[in-house]
């Protein structure tokens, strides 16, 4: 039996993303080596943390920050600057720690 290889898309900060149906989900906020991360348009229905952790189920609503990796608890929101490296709000992201 043959191994399929990975098929790798190119994909760049700020492209559009579109489901099968050719709505637009949103815009590419950023890359890792797990994939990429969307940011939704301002005028779709965001998930408050509490229903997010239902999502996930056990898992923690936590952030990131992409400049250096720090972690930590989301409180009400996200804070204003990474406290380890001073990276802008728009550095962190939300990620699931379980």
Known sequence: ????????????IGQA???????????????DDDGFYVASPSSS???ALTDA?????????????W????MGEIGEQLPAN??????????LYYWAED
């Open 82 to 91: 990474c406290p380890s490296c001073d990276a802008p709000r728009e550095e």
């Open 1 to 12: 039996m043959a191994s399929e290889e990975p098929v790798f898309a190119d994909v760049s």
């Open 17 to 31: 993303v579109y489901n099968e149906d050719g709505e637009r989900l949103g815009s590419i906020r950023g890359v």
């Open 45 to 47: 229905e965001t998930l």
């Open 53 to 65: 952790r239902d999502v996930f189920g056990t898992a923690y609503v936590m952030w990131r920050c």
């Open 67 to 70: 400049e250096c990796g720090e």
